[in-house]
């Protein structure tokens, strides 16, 4: 049996097309993708997210403990500030990628996929440090207000000064009247908001700003126009993109893994991936020749298996059919010629500069 | 949900087959492209190619999703809508009229009396629920 945000009832009232998704029932749309991507680009949309994970690390020690299970530095942002990171095994490999939230340094929080919660959780228990993780994922909501338009509609719902939170800060207040994490990240390459609230507060969180972001154009948003939203800005999808046998380094993620931080799981095996030399590399491309690329398709080189696509799609705002993949180091360079392999049709494709999506 | 057009035939696989002398014209129905959602690309067959009904004869593809599409009938294909190669979207906002796919010579023309009606085609989208 599928789980249910408390937001179920309001996405059949929109008339939410509902899917599967690692067990929940989410909105996959609510009128179109392709409208939804758009309005999220020019105005803005808001996503539920509340099948999303949290973790939480309290007490003397909570830094310490959270920091050597990830490849990002705690140690290195201040209170009020998080980190995208790397939370790996010991081959290097990615058990998730997750934001970290740091309260101050007794008190760590840490947002994980919702297809890894259970997974994320037991591994987070067996390698932390003196202080253990809780699990927190049923005492939180979370909505995602994204666009051009979401920090004025926030804004007018809020009393603190939103234009004193940076990207990847956040900081404690009430939204509509709910207490919140109002934290200033996202996964659309829109500036916005992701609203972390109490279960119980969700559906009138949700209504509230979407009154309040009427006249702004806000309207809802599904998982279909969140996945090509990312895809245009090559953020990495757990499952498609990254997962337990591909590190940061081979995802183009270095910029996670933090050197001079001391010691975390998968540290070694990154040093020897990095003293050997990369083998693969997760790629952007654009089709030269028609069709789509899509999770799972060959990518061929030469009429030979050089690796695979793991996410693609029509992009809404590059208007380009774009993919994701990993290919050997030597055909990662920029333009360089793979194919596609679609449905037994091979069809030419250029590596790319990435992201795919920049702001005219 | 959006009517059904009496004077055409459909399948089971939600294709559509409007008859006009010797050839019929070939799309997908209201309920087809209302389920794939934003249609972003049409593999079209090629003019003089041969299908069989009730085989694969192209493909159309959503924001999502990948769909076969199935001859309603057998023939060879004399016109294809290559509009729909910079306008795919045509098929969701007029599938029985600009959205068109492609045009069939029917070699069997006695096909399209084992296709549905109007009325059993929408009884069948109602049933599936």
């Known amino acids: ?360 | 949900m959006a009517d059904n057009p009496k004077d055409l035939r459909y399948t089971k696989e939600h294709e559509w087959a409007r008859r006009s002398g010797a050839t019929v014209v070939v799309g997908i129905t209201a309920h087809a492209q209302e389920a794939l959602g934003d249609v972003v690309y049409v593999d079209l067959p090629k003019v003089g190619a041969a299908v069989t009904a009730g085989a694969s004869f192209g493909t159309v593809e959503s924001t999502k999703a990948v769909s076969e599409l199935y001859a309603p009938v057998s023939g060879k294909v004399v016109k294809v809508n290559q509009t729909l190669a910079d306008q795919p979207q045509l098929i969701n906002q007029d599938p029985y009229g600009k959205g068109w796919i492609c045009e069939v010579e029917l070699s069997q023309p006695s096909e399209l009396d084992a296709l549905m009606d109007a009325g059993a085609y929408t009884q069948l989208v109602a049933a599936a629920g």
């Not at chain 1, 509509?176 to 559906?203: H, K, M, N, Q, W």
């Not at chain 1, 049709?345 to 999506?357: D, G, I």
């Open chain 1, 1 to 360: 049996m599928a789980r249910r945000t408390p937001l179920y009832d309001a996405h059949r009232a929109l008339g939410a097309r509902m899917v599967d998704f690692a067990g929940w029932e989410m909105p996959v749309q609510y009128t179109s993708v392709i409208a939804e991507h758009e309005t999220v680009r020019h105005a803005a949309g808001m996503f539920d997210v509340s099948h999303m994970g949290e973790v939480e690390f309290r007490g003397a020690g909570a830094l310490a403990s959270a920091n050597q299970l990830i490849t990002n530095d705690l140690g290195r942002i201040a209170d009020g500030q998080a980190v995208y990171a790397g939370l790996l095994n010991e081959s290097g490999g990615f058990v998730d990628d997750v934001v970290a939230y740091r309260f101050s340094p007794e008190h760590i929080f840490i947002c994980v996929n919702a297809s890894n919660r259970a997974k994320d959780f037991a591994w987070m228990q067996g390698h932390a440090g003196a202080v253990k993780p809780v699990d927190r994922g049923d005492d939180w909501a979370q909505l995602a207000v994204q666009g051009p338009r979401a920090s004025a509609i926030v804004q007018r719902l809020t009393p603190l000064a939103l234009e004193t939170i940076k990207t990847y800060h956040f900081a404690l207040g009430t939204v509509a009247g709910v207490a919140c994490i109002v934290s200033r990240t996202g996964y659309t390459g829109e500036d916005g908001f992701e609203l972390y609230c109490p279960p119980d507060r969700a559906v009138a969180l949700w209504n509230a700003l979407l009154e309040a972001g009427a006249k702004d154009g806000l309207r809802p948003a599904g998982l279909g126009a969140r996945d090509s939203l990312r895809t245009e800005m090559k953020y990495a999808l757990y499952g498609n993109d990254i997962d337990d046998s591909h590190s940061p380094l081979e995802a183009g993620l270095g910029w996670i893994v933090k050197w001079d931080k001391g010691d975390f799981v998968g540290r070694a095996a990154l040093e020897r991936q990095k003293q050997a030399g990369l083998g693969r590399k997760l790629v952007g491309f654009e089709m030269r020749e028609p069709g789509i690329p899509r999770h799972g398709y060959p990518l061929l080189s030469g009429g030979r298996w050089v690796g695979e696509v793991t996410s693609g799609t029509m992009g809404p705002s590059v208007k380009k059919a774009i993919g994701i993949g990993y290919v050997p180091t030597e055909l990662a360079r920029e333009g360089t010629t793979v194919e596609v392999d679609i449905r037994g049709r091979p069809a030419k494709a250029e590596v790319v500069k990435t992201p795919f999506w920049r702001k005219p």
